[in-house]
């Protein structure tokens, strides 16, 4: 594997983690650990910890797929592997 494949296939992967460890702490800390200390705050009748369990983590997941598909666009692009 060419030192550039390498590269590319390292930042992809860096990319990736961190965006799991984001989702992972919104759907799991946000609305499983943490859901009682955010109830405390209301949003529309409704505790921070419910909203987050039941919407949050499903809205940052569309974010985090749509950050994905234009931040990897630059990586092809950075790394001239884009198909266009």
Do not use: C
């Not at 946000?30 to 039941?54: C, D, H, K, T, Y």
């Amino acid at each position: 594997m060419s030192q550039q494949a390498s590269d590319y296939w390292r930042a992809n992967i860096r990319l990736v983690s961190i965006l799991l460890v984001i989702w992972f702490v919104v759907s799991y800390g946000f609305g499983i650990i943490l859901a009682e200390p955010l109830n405390a705050i209301r949003i529309g009748g409704v505790g921070l910890g419910f909203w987050f369990a039941q919407q949050g983590s499903m809205y940052t997941f569309v974010a985090l797929i749509f950050y994905y598909a234009i931040r990897m666009n630059k990586l092809d692009r950075e790394f001239d592997v884009h198909e266009d």
